[in-house]
């Protein structure tokens, strides 16, 4: 069976651990913490960076950061994970979804501001499979209403819009490392605060709700309780194990992105015949080669097709289920219909991409796509 994901090791994360575990300092924010935030804010120039032990958790460290308190309203896409909502949900948020765009899973710029009231407190963008939402109308949105910008940079590390790092645009990005990630540390992730006036109090979040940071760089002369807070930093095993990772950024990204255009060569007569959609990268966007996917012409092809799949060895997984027709959420919703939202959730299957998915497999998993739709091919359903 050709999985959907397999972990890749570098061969310098053992080493890293075994540093880590002798150094006798485990508990976090030690060398390798140091030094993979130093990595981010010297490679992308965020003001600051901090690990978190999730994305998750870098989200709740945003909507903390920004204050959000029951009455506040936030606008999300529905399409994504639940994480991206639920973050603002626990401080009492109340959500307006977003529906995607017609040519991407991403959030419609052009229905954000229509979704704005009185109540709004932030707009939080996801950055879906690693290719951006288009930044500048969203920026100049919140600029025009006051409203803070979190980027859901999950699957983005590594990628950029009109030549700008995803995370460092909004006014806090989010970013995962979890081992379906481009790079990995098995869960883990990372704050960036782009704006100087969050990060005093992001470092006190970030250690329990006490100045403890503070006090050993020397700048108190003890540490107390002075605000909310969590054991949001990851233990130093955690890092250690990421480091490895980003000293190999250049080749994990050269290497996925060989696969993904793979993907595109061998698929595109098939799209071309109008049996699905790839993937589209907008001009303003560049390619972290995070996902491949495909949108076919209705649930019932995509069913059928990740089975077919699964009996000649290829493991392919749909994605997200609309959050505004979730069980927890959908007596909360406004009512309003996210057509696009659905149409991703019933029709997207994501293909195998590791570092370690070798080209034959990749023409395999292309060979039995073309094998499922048959020399009748334009006979199949509808164009997408």
Request: proline content about 4%; some cysteine.
């Amino acid at each position: 069976m050709i999985p959907f994901n397999k972990p890749y090791l570098t061969g310098k994360e053992a080493h890293y651990l075994y540093q880590a575990v002798y150094s006798g300092k485990l508990s976090g924010n030690g060398q390798y913490t140091k030094a993979c935030q130093k990595f981010f804010e010297d490679q992308y120039g965020f003001e600051k960076s901090l690990l978190t032990t999730s994305c998750t958790d870098a989200l709740e460290m945003a909507a903390l950061l920004l204050r959000i308190e029951s009455g506040d309203e936030v606008i999300v896409p529905s399409y994504t994970f639940v994480s991206t909502a639920v973050a603002f949900v626990r401080q009492g948020a109340r959500i307006r979804f977003c529906d995607s765009r017609p040519d991407h899973p991403g959030m419609d710029e052009s229905q954000i501001e229509s979704l704005i009231t009185p109540r709004t407190k932030a707009i939080v963008v996801v950055h879906y499979a690693g290719v951006a939402c288009d930044m500048d109308p969203i920026l100049a949105l919140a600029r025009k209403h006051n409203l803070a910008v979190v980027e859901d940079a999950a699957q983005a590390v590594d990628a950029f819009y009109k030549g700008r790092p995803l995370g460092g645009l909004g006014n806090l990005g989010c970013f995962s490392f979890h081992e379906t990630k481009n790079v990995i540390s098995g869960e883990g992730g990372l704050l960036a605060i782009n704006r100087r006036e969050y990060s005093e109090r992001a470092e006190i979040l970030w250690e329990k709700g006490t100045n403890r940071a503070s006090f050993f760089r020397g700048e108190v002369n003890k540490y107390g309780w002075v605000d909310i807070g969590s054991s949001f930093l990851p233990a130093e095993t955690v890092s250690a194990f990421l480091f490895a990772q980003l000293e190999n950024l250049r080749s994990i990204q050269a290497r996925r992105s060989e696969i993904w255009n793979r993907y595109q060569e061998r698929l595109a007569p098939l799209e071309a015949k109008g049996l699905f959609r790839c993937p589209h990268i907008p001009s303003f966007a560049s390619n972290n080669a995070h996902m491949f996917y495909l949108i076919l012409p209705d649930l019932a092809t995509r069913s059928a097709l990740i089975e077919h799949l699964k009996a000649n060895g290829v493991l392919a997984v749909f994605h997200y289920l609309s959050l505004h027709s979730s069980p927890f959420y959908a007596d909360k919703h406004d009512g309003r219909e996210l057509p696009w939202s659905d149409l991703y959730s019933d029709r997207l299957v994501r293909l195998p991409l590791f570092f370690e998915l070798a080209d034959h497999q990749v023409d395999f998993i292309c060979d039995q796509i073309g094998a499922f739709f048959g020399p009748q091919s334009l006979l199949h359903g509808t164009r997408v």
